[in-house]
């Protein structure tokens, strides 16, 4: 139920009920006014595009407090990464009401980002985590509309990831601290992450079977899908070189000599280090680029997509071919071979003369 009435004072009253029967009311000087605020709220609960008034004034920080107390029963290293894209978000735009950001002003600031030299793999995050904390703001009425979508996008492809050479693999091997060289040969020989390798322990591997079962990852959290705890077989040479649970010691594979467990940050710390000291490895060299490395012996051997998926443990072959497609041998050849074998045993019979119009012609 909508109505205007003047009042004594010369204002008119307009009110409305919105959908859960609470009145909301506003003065105006003039009635031509009242009466389009009236037409554009009562539109609004006709379209389903309303939104309760209160709710139109939820600030970005506001939303962001809210958005984060019921987040944090995520990892612990989840929370962390979305506060870190939070606090950028925030800076842009933590002042003003939810429904002000238009999607004209969230491709400007990724642009002005990209232009002050940000990688495009973090504009990319931020640009999702936006869209991601708007959406749930959609879900819960204080918006009509995320103003993220593939038309704001940053759009930058993933670069190819860079893949070591052997003889770069055993180089920085070579160069690495001796008690941290067994990390090297976990995330080239077996793909692992570098928080899976800090964090797997010896009871992680199973010596008769010749496999490594993922758990936890550094320095003891429970890995995030069932595909990330998918077995990875390894040859005789690497497991002879993983300490056993019966030989005592420290519960994890990787461990200093007091026993303390060895973190991610000294893994990528001897990485930065030593990084310049294998020739060619570009500057940005991750201890990650190691499993991009293990990806690339799999497929040189001729091992096919749902292989190296299931030994990447990634949730979807998608994500495999996504990220290494371009490895594979390039098939134009082999499929023209296919087809090209096909016809070659039919080809004469279909230029036997006495099929074609020259052979009709001879005849007559």
């Not at 020989?189 to 009871?203: M, P, S």
Request: aromatic share 8%; proline share 6%; charged share 25%.
């Amino acid at each position: 139920m909508a109505s205007i009435k003047e009042r004594p004072n010369g204002m008119y009253r307009a009110r409305y009920r919105d959908a859960t029967g609470r009145e909301h009311a506003r003065h105006f000087k003039l009635k031509r006014d009242a009466q389009r605020w009236l037409d554009e709220e009562t539109a609004s609960l006709v379209t389903g595009n309303y939104v309760d008034p209160k709710s139109r004034k939820v600030t970005v920080d506001e939303w962001c407090d809210r958005w984060l107390a019921g987040y944090a029963g995520n990892r612990s290293s989840t929370v962390r990464q979305a506060k870190v894209h939070l606090a950028r978000i925030r800076k842009e735009f933590g002042p003003l009401p939810l429904s002000a950001i238009k999607p004209s002003a969230v491709r400007a600031w990724l642009a002005r980002l990209a232009k002050e030299g940000r990688q495009p793999s973090y504009v990319n995050a931020l640009h999702s985590r936006l869209s991601q904390v708007m959406t749930d703001a959609l879900h819960d009425g204080l918006i009509t509309r995320n103003p993220c979508s593939r038309r704001t996008s940053p759009g930058a492809g993933k670069p190819r990831p860079y893949v070591a050479t052997t003889e770069q693999v055993w180089q920085l091997y070579e160069a690495f601290e001796e008690r941290y060289r067994l990390a090297v040969l976990l995330g080239a020989f077996a793909g692992l992450r570098v928080g899976e390798v800090c964090g797997l322990r010896r009871t992680d591997v199973a010596f008769e079977e010749r496999e490594i079962r993922p758990a936890v990852q550094y320095p003891a959290e429970p890995l995030k899908t069932e595909m990330s705890r998918e077995a990875i077989p390894i040859p005789d040479e690497l497991i002879a070189l993983v300490p056993k649970p019966a030989d005592g010691g420290p519960m994890t594979v990787l461990a200093h000599d007091s026993g303390e467990q060895v973190s991610t940050w000294a893994i990528e710390r001897q990485i930065r280090a030593l990084r310049s000291k294998v020739a060619g490895l570009p500057e940005g060299f991750r201890f990650h680029d190691l499993r991009h490395y293990y990806a690339s012996l799999l497929i040189s051997t001729g091992a096919d997509v749902k292989v190296v998926q299931h030994r990447l443990r990634h949730a979807s072959a998608k994500t495999t071919l996504d990220t290494y497609g371009h490895l594979w041998p390039d098939t134009e050849e082999s499929t023209r071979s296919a087809v090209g074998g096909v016809m070659r045993g039919m080809i004469k019979k279909a230029a036997d003369p006495s099929r074609t119009g020259e052979g009709s012609a001879a005849r007559t």
